[in-house]
């Protein structure tokens, strides 16, 4: 497979850019997103056999089940983010190694509905706390420690809306490709 078809597998719907202004629409857009996605993803997953959460969604990458659980995880570290920046000015964050957490025996063995659970809690605390944010909340910021960037908490709801459906559409394509049985 040639590195061009690699990116499109690795980055299908591009990479995430922020927007030059952030608008209402955009809150709005993407925290509908957020609301939306864990019932999305579920039912994509939903009548995948054991052996289809085996499978890389793309070379050398992880398998759907190692996936679903990289989502909930960093999902789930994004909610916390929020709270120190709503909490903390201008928080360092703790990163984590969400390769060394996808090797992890639970993230290659775990069933999916656990993660599909948390997820889908984790996803009605941040949406219910997002839409009682004012616009002086969303310009808080958390610092990323790699690099010393800083996330404005605006851009980070885009971030993980982006990151929801980024992956969901790594599971989806792979589907497509190779488990329609339609």
């Keep these: 497979m040639e590195y061009k078809d690699l990116e499109k597998l690795r980055y299908p719907i591009g990479k995430y ?10 809150i709005s857009d993407w925290i509908e ?3 939306r996605f864990p019932q999305r993803l579920s039912q994509l997953v939903e009548n995948l056999s ?5 499978t890389p969604y793309r ?14 995880d960093s999902h789930h570290n994004s909610y916390i983010r929020f709270k120190w920046a709503l909490t903390e000015d201008n928080p360092i964050i703790k990163p984590y190694d969400e390769k060394a957490w996808s090797d992890l025996f639970d993230a290659k063995s775990a069933p999916i ?3 599909l659970d948390h997820l889908s809690a984790v996803h009605a605390k941040l949406v219910y706390l997002l839409r009682g944010l004012s616009r002086y909340h969303l310009e808080r910021k958390f610092i990323h420690p790699d690099g010393n960037v800083e996330a404005p908490l605006d851009e980070n709801i885009g ?3 982006w990151h929801g459906n980024h992956h969901y559409t790594h599971i989806e394509n792979l589907v497509k490709r190779s488990f329609d049985k339609k």
């Design 33 to 35: 997103s957020l609301e």
């Design 50 to 54: 054991e052996e289809e959460l085996e």
């Design 59 to 72: 070379p050398g990458g992880w398998t759907v089940r190692q996936t679903v659980h990289h989502i909930a």
């Design 17 to 26: 850019e922020v927007p030059a202004v952030i608008t209402e629409a955009h």
């Design 113 to 115: 509905m656990l993660s």
């Design 159 to 161: 971030r993980y809306a």
